[in-house]
């Protein structure tokens, strides 16, 4: 017996046994690569700043101006105005060092814990600082002697040994002439008179000396040469305050001391040198 197979035969395949291609699925297509989003974190919350503000007086209650208030390991500062009045901002809150110092005051030192956005109203008090006191150690000073300028210190009577062409006033002499003004001890020497020069003005001159015009005369007091223009010795002299009188009528009869360094120097007609009285 001869059986026929396939579908001529009409036998049908089993079903269990049919394999079946699997179609191909399109190729898939190249992505871009994402970035991830960055992730964003929260802003940090800023505390809320505090202020401290008040007054500071000292032990009796009487405002103190210009104390200092800081805050200690901080740059916050400030100094009490007028009534001792003072203020500090921007404080950080938790837990600060107040101090508060003034010279003559024990300085203060305070912790502070504040909160956040707080406004604390804080009165300090500084107590003086008690007055001691103070001995200065003991101490030896030794003091030079003055040496006081007299006429004879200055060869008052040296010159009136060693020049006898000058005429000397001591003091016992104007005590004995009893001069109303100090020109009247010299007005009686000889060839000295008064005139008075081209513009008006007052002088001592000296008669002979010169040639044969009048030559006006040179004035010292205490050493030092001064020159009247215009004025009168008594103006600048009383005979209480002579202590002696010096007149050389002359060039060769001034001493070194008053003479000029040239002959155009008014030494050369006369000099009037005036010692003042020298008190201990």
Not at 101 to 111: E, F, W
Request: hydrophobic share 40%.
């Amino acid at each position: 017996m001869v059986l026929a197979f396939g579908a001529a035969a009409g036998v049908l395949p089993a079903q269990g046994n049919s394999r079946k291609t699997p179609a191909r699925l399109p190729a898939p297509k190249s992505l871009a690569p994402v970035k991830p989003e960055p992730i964003s974190e929260p802003e940090p919350v800023m505390p809320q700043v505090a202020m401290l503000a008040g007054v500071i007086e000292d032990s009796v209650g009487v405002p103190i101006m210009d104390a200092e208030i800081a805050i200690l390991g901080t740059s916050l500062r400030t100094r009490s105005g007028t009534g001792g009045t003072w203020r500090i901002q921007g404080v950080v809150p938790g837990p600060v060092l107040l101090s508060a110092r003034r010279v003559g005051y024990h300085p203060q030192t305070l912790t502070v814990h504040l909160k956040e956005g707080e406004s604390r109203a804080l009165d300090l008090t500084l107590n003086e600082v008690a007055a001691r006191p103070f001995v200065l150690p003991e101490q030896v000073i030794f003091v030079t002697p003055r040496k006081f300028r007299s006429v004879f210190h200055d060869g008052f009577y040296q010159r009136k040994l060693n020049y006898p062409g000058g005429t000397y006033f001591t003091r016992d002499d104007i005590l004995l002439l009893k001069p109303s003004v100090t020109s009247d001890t010299f007005r009686g020497v000889p060839g000295f008179y008064q005139s008075r020069d081209r513009r008006g003005q007052t002088q001592w001159v000296v008669r002979g000396v010169s040639g044969s015009q009048a030559c006006p005369i040179r004035f010292f007091i205490d050493g030092i040469n001064v020159p009247l223009l215009g004025m009168s010795i008594d103006e600048l002299v009383q005979p209480s305050d002579v202590e002696g009188i010096e007149i050389y009528k002359g060039l060769s009869t001034v001493p070194a001391e008053f003479s000029g360094r040239s002959l155009q120097d008014d030494s050369r007609c006369g000099v009037v040198a005036i010692w003042t009285r020298v008190t201990r």
